[in-house]
T-cell receptor, first 117, second 110 residues
Framework: SAVISQKPSRDICQRGTSLTIQCQVDSQVTMMFWYRQQPGQSLTLIATANQGSEATYESGFVIDKFPISRPNLTFSTLTVSNMSPEDSSIYLC??????????????FGQGTRLTVV | DAKTTQPNSMESNEEEPVHLPCNHSTISGTDYIHWYRQLPSQGPEYVIHGLTSNVNNRMASLAIAEDRKSSTLILHRATLRDAAVYYCIYLIQGAQKLVFGQGTRLTINP
């Protein structure tokens, strides 16, 4: 299993500013995933972060807006840059141990609830 | 991306069984079926997964159709704490990322 801690749990930010969200895992993992969950919606994958390489972004998400760091196997940050009210969402960090044939479960943090005013 | 189809919402009564359906008609023979649920104000949590055979764990059972194009998550005796959004996902062989559909919002009536 894996326990994930996200900080901050919530924040209210002014438009035009940036917020960095931290994700700490209690075990070493190769891949970490960042999701966005807009109000009343499902989760949308933003990017996959591998240690030691550039993050891989999903369609519709760009590095300039959502820069990601992955300095080691237990930690990652997601920055939401130049925020607008449309960025108000819950941002979630997730890990899923690699290997096997697809039978490994994923673990999620509690999320960071961001409100942009 | 692997696409699943689930009803938007379902409702059941406390202490009764609940059957949550999922269609995954484009699944291939080596793709695992995963179920997660998201309780209010929490991140998703793993419920169960399977490949071909029906599976049981302490939380639920997973019944997989013989052709694997659909599956059903079974909560044997629903409680109020089971009220959540349930997501059915299948993982293409070798894929690491989970791609979420809209899920089923389950309401449990006392």
């Amino acid at each position: 299993s894996a326990v994930i801690s996200q900080k901050p749990s919530r924040d209210i930010c002014q438009r035009g500013t940036s917020l960095t969200i931290q994700c700490q895992v209690d075990s070493q993992v190769t891949m970490m995933f960042w999701y966005r969950q807009q109000p009343g919606q499902s989760l949308t994958l933003i990017a996959t972060a591998n240690q030691g390489s550039e993050a891989t972004y999903e369609s519709g998400f760009v590095i300039d807006k959502f820069p990601i760091s992955r300095p080691n196997l237990t930690f990652s940050t997601l920055t939401v840059s130049n925020m607008s009210p449309e960025d108000s969402s819950i941002y979630l960090c997730s890990v899923r141990p690699t290997g096997g044939m697809g039978h490994r479960e994923a673990f999620f943090g509690q999320g960071t609830r961001l409100t942009v005013v | 991306d692997a696409k699943t189809t689930q009803p938007n919402s379902m409702e059941s009564n406390e202490e009764e069984p609940v059957h949550l359906p999922c269609n995954h008609s484009t699944i291939s023979g080596t793709d695992y079926i995963h179920w997660y649920r998201q309780l209010p104000s929490q991140g998703p949590e793993y419920v169960i997964h399977g490949l071909t055979s029906n599976v049981n764990n302490r939380m639920a059972s997973l019944a997989i159709a013989e052709d694997r194009k659909s599956s059903t998550l079974i909560l044997h005796r629903a409680t109020l704490r089971d009220a959540a959004v349930y997501y059915c996902i299948y993982l293409i062989q070798g894929a690491q990322k989970l791609v979420f559909g809209q899920g089923t919002r389950l309401t449990i009536n006392p």
